[in-house]
């Protein structure tokens, strides 16, 4: 073999392992991609267009006033929740009406949506499980309770399908902690039998949307507490509701008995047990202790814990510890509750203004604070 051969024969096996490296490289590219989207980093923004209507605007880092849904995307997050109510007649807010915009606002920004059925008129949470008015009269026969959560959740799925809304991601009530669907006593001991009745019935209705449309949709059952969620699901898996793909849990970690630093093992034997995805779908911590309008804040001096201070670095603090805390137990999830529910023009039941302006994502001037920073996936 002449020298000359040989160099050619080098040339070209140098030439195609070059080529091999950049095709390797490119599919390690997609695969940092594709894995940007295993862990969510959402937002609740079932407030925004009420805000928006009470004067409220949002504006960027650089102070300029942007669409908060652009500003939510363009910072990191990939999720948006937002609530449903079956008929508020108390505000003309997180009713079917609304949630459409909200959904077609999120998606105009890419990001995926997890609609939450609180299955009531009113706030659903682990206090009370209101069923809604237009069900009272079958309270009792369930059956056809069955078929009402069936049918309306059915429903609505596939009216914000034709509209090319339908959601990624469907959580079968909010906070259920007590028995769906109760009349007056939301005390109710639980009945099983009945609740697990109720909750298969709204998981069939997403089911079989998904399985209609050929369109995959997960299902997500919501627990406040971490140590709620321990023997809830225990229970629910004994009564047969074990089809969902997510366990979602609120985690305030004043009204949980579990901290930051203690609280990993409990989501991770959640996930191991279960054999299911995990998201805390509610959180959040003030960056103030100052309330600047006449509705209380909800968050104040008991919801601050020990190692965060109640400044805009203690709050990113709390949401890069929270984040590497979920991911350290295998979870794939963390959403903001209304980090845009900013002080405004209108009033609540219990006052005017937001009773959340102090842990907001945004500060008193509508600019996004050091916590917003938690999207960002440098973090």
Same mark, same amino acid.
């Given at each position: 073999?002449?020298?000359?051969?040989?160099?050619?024969?080098?040339?070209?096996?140098?030439?195609?392992?070059?080529?091999?490296?950049?095709?390797?490289?490119?599919?390690?590219?997609?695969?940092?991609?594709?894995?940007?989207?295993?862990?969510?980093?959402?937002?609740?923004?079932?407030?925004?267009?009420?805000?928006?209507?009470?004067?409220?605007?949002?504006?960027?880092?650089?102070?300029?006033?942007?669409?908060?849904?652009?500003?939510?995307?363009?910072?990191?997050?990939?999720?948006?929740?937002?609530?449903?109510?079956?008929?508020?007649?108390?505000?003309?807010?997180?009713?079917?009406?609304?949630?459409?915009?909200?959904?077609?606002?999120?998606?105009?920004? =890419?990001?995926?949506? +997890?609609? #939450?059925?609180? %299955?009531?008129?009113?706030? @659903?949470?682990? $206090? /009370?499980?209101?069923?809604?008015?237009?069900?009272?009269?079958?309270?009792? =026969?369930?059956?056809? +309770?069955? #078929?009402?959560? %069936?049918?309306?959740?059915? @429903?609505?799925? $596939? /009216?914000?399908?034709?509209?090319?809304?339908?959601?990624?991601?469907?959580?079968?009530?909010?906070?259920?902690?007590?028995?769906?669907?109760?009349?007056?006593?939301?005390?109710?001991?639980?009945?099983?039998?009945?609740?697990?009745?109720?909750?298969?019935?709204?998981?069939?209705?997403?089911?079989?949307?998904?399985?209609?449309?050929?369109?995959?949709?997960?299902?997500?059952?919501?627990?406040?507490?971490?140590?709620?969620?321990?023997?809830?699901?225990?229970?629910?898996?004994?009564?047969?509701?074990?089809?969902?793909?997510?366990?979602?849990?609120?985690?305030?970690?004043?009204?949980?008995?579990?901290?930051?630093?203690?609280?990993?093992?409990?989501?991770?034997?959640?996930?191991?047990?279960?054999?299911?995805?995990?998201?805390?779908?509610?959180?959040?911590?003030?960056?103030?202790?100052?309330?600047?309008?006449?509705?209380?804040?909800?968050?104040?001096?008991?919801?601050?814990?020990?190692?965060?201070?109640?400044?805009?670095?203690?709050?990113?603090?709390?949401?890069?510890?929270?984040?590497?805390?979920?991911?350290?137990?295998?979870?794939?999830?963390?959403?903001?509750?209304?980090?845009?529910?900013?002080?405004?023009?209108?009033?609540?039941?219990?006052?005017?203004?937001?009773?959340?302006?102090?842990?907001?994502?945004?500060?008193?001037?509508?600019?996004?604070?050091?916590?917003?920073?938690?999207?960002?996936?440098?973090?």
């Amino acid at each position: 073999m002449t020298k000359i051969k040989l160099f050619l024969i080098l040339l070209i096996v140098f030439a195609y392992s070059c080529s091999n490296e950049k095709e390797i490289s490119k599919d390690e590219e997609l695969t940092v991609i594709e894995n940007s989207e295993a862990f969510y980093l959402g937002a609740d923004l079932s407030y925004v267009n009420e805000m928006e209507n009470c004067g409220v605007s949002y504006k960027n880092k650089e102070g300029k006033t942007e669409d908060v849904f652009n500003i939510f995307a363009d910072g990191g997050s990939n999720l948006v929740r937002v609530r449903l109510w079956h008929n508020p007649t108390w505000t003309n807010y997180s009713n079917y009406q609304d949630i459409e915009k909200t959904i077609q606002r999120a998606k105009n920004t =890419n990001s995926k949506v +997890l609609l #939450d059925f609180h %299955y009531s008129d009113d706030w @659903a949470d682990p $206090e /009370k499980q209101e069923i809604p008015k237009a069900w009272l009269p079958v309270v009792d =026969n369930l059956p056809i +309770l069955g #078929d009402s959560i %069936y049918n309306y959740t059915y @429903a609505v799925l $596939e /009216k914000l399908s034709r509209k090319n809304l339908l959601p990624e991601m469907v959580q079968v009530g909010n906070e259920i902690n007590l028995m769906i669907l109760q009349k007056d006593n939301n005390a109710n001991p639980m009945e099983w039998s009945r609740n697990s009745f109720l909750l298969n019935k709204g998981i069939k209705a997403v089911r079989d949307v998904s399985k209609n449309l050929n369109k995959s949709i997960e299902i997500m059952l919501h627990i406040a507490q971490p140590e709620n969620g321990i023997w809830w699901f225990k229970e629910a898996k004994e009564n047969g509701v074990t089809d969902f793909d997510w366990i979602g849990l609120s985690y305030y970690p004043n009204w949980s008995q579990y901290t930051i630093q203690n609280v990993s093992p409990v989501l991770k034997s959640l996930i191991d047990t279960y054999n299911k995805k995990l998201m805390i779908v509610e959180t959040a911590y003030p960056f103030s202790l100052l309330d600047v309008d006449a509705a209380n804040n909800i968050l104040g001096t008991d919801a601050l814990i020990s190692g965060y201070e109640a400044t805009q670095a203690g709050q990113l603090k709390y949401l890069l510890d929270l984040k590497q805390t979920i991911k350290s137990a295998g979870g794939s999830g963390l959403i903001y509750w209304e980090p845009a529910w900013l002080s405004n023009n209108c009033a609540t039941r219990w006052g005017q203004g937001s009773h959340w302006d102090n842990a907001t994502l945004f500060d008193n001037n509508a600019k996004p604070t050091l916590g917003f920073d938690f999207y960002n996936t440098t973090h």
